[in-house]
């Protein structure tokens, strides 16, 4: 009986044996790992920067929409379209409407209503995105070209 429990018993050398085996075979499956992870494409999936948001009717006059997908508030007033990006401009934390301006919930930045930067730390206002309209009839934001605030579509 005593014989039998001895050879239940792992000696150090099947250990090691054993850890061996276990180790390179951890080694392999990690490079094997790697290796098809970099075989794999590394494409950022964000957002277009140039997007339809609608038609003008779907806008109130004297409004202020946010489209969440593309992070911009599309503003309407009587005289056009303007987009302004809800990114700010310190860490690119997503700004709120406060109804007399922006504020960012995460670092305190707070901008008017023109983006204007009223209380740090935000280094500069938010960008102002160029509207026109598209072929179809839809309104189209490209966030690649900035403007002056000023700068409005009219329809």
């Not at 790992?33 to 806008?59: H, Q, R, W």
């Not at 997503?94 to 922006?102: F, K, L, R, S, W």
Request: hydrophobic content about 40%; overall charge neutral; proline content about 5%.
């Amino acid at each position: 009986m005593n014989d039998a429990k001895e050879e239940k018993q792992l000696n150090r050398r099947d250990f090691l044996e054993k850890a061996a085996i276990g180790a390179v075979g951890g080694t392999a499956g990690l490079f094997c790992l790697v290796t098809m992870k970099s075989c794999l494409p590394k494409v950022l999936n964000e957002p277009p920067a140039i997007f339809k948001i609608g038609y003008p009717n779907d806008f109130a006059v004297n409004s202020a929409n946010y489209i969440a997908e593309q992070k911009v508030f599309i503003l309407r007033d009587s005289s056009g379209f303007r987009a302004l990006s809800a990114i700010c401009t310190h860490l690119g934390c997503i700004v709120q409407n406060t109804g007399n301006g922006y504020s960012c919930p995460c670092h305190g930045s707070k901008f008017n209503e023109t983006g204007k930067v009223t209380a740090g730390p935000a280094p500069r206002g938010l960008d102002w995105f160029k509207v026109s309209m598209a072929p179809d009839g839809q309104l189209v934001v490209n966030s690649r070209e900035t403007v002056d605030e000023v700068i409005t579509l009219n329809v």
